[in-house]
């Protein structure tokens, strides 16, 4: 295992070991009126993950017509990676560890409407592992996607987002 892989591995253990530290201290720490505060950081949340979801896929378009190793496309590496870890990582972790407390606190994860939601945020975590993957690829000038590539992938966290959100607040079944 390389030095790299193994400084990933460890990161993604210290997300998941927050993660769970976070849902732990909600579920012992129970004032009243919890519930709604936290809602409204799971939104907060939420918002922070989707603004991130939304434009890194931009800038993996811009980032398409810039000659590798140009000073742009160092500047577009240093963008992405910092939209990635400072804002679209920890917002995710936020949004799943808040989003679960909810979910066990009400019971609503019995409610269809709820599960078909988890459905689609597995699928947008999934397009978000898969940022993950293109922005390395982008770190080290190896990116052999197409723009129109990306393009396309740029609309799919959208269609998510509007899924998702109708199911959370319509609550159609
Ligand atoms: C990561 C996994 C997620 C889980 C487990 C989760 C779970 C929940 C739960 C249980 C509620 C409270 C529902 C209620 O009290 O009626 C809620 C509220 C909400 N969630 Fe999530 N959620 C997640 C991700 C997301 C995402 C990705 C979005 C948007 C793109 C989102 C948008 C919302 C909104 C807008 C509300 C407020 C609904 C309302 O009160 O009318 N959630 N979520």
Known sequence: MTANMRTRMVRVIVGLAITAAIVAALLIWRPSGLYLWVKAVHVIAVISWMA????????????CDAEPGSKQSETFKVMERRLL??????????????????????GVYKAGWFQAKFVLVVLLSGVHGFFVRCVRDFAADQNQRPQK?????NEVPTLLMFGIVLLAVVKPF
């Open 85 to 106: 870890t400072i804002i679209i990582n920890p917002a995710m972790v936020a949004t799943w560890a808040l989003g679960l407390w909810l979910a066990f606190d009400s």
């Open 52 to 63: 991130g979801m939304l434009y890194l896929p931009r800038l993996f378009v811009y980032h």
């Open 149 to 153: 590539f990306y393009r396309l992938i």
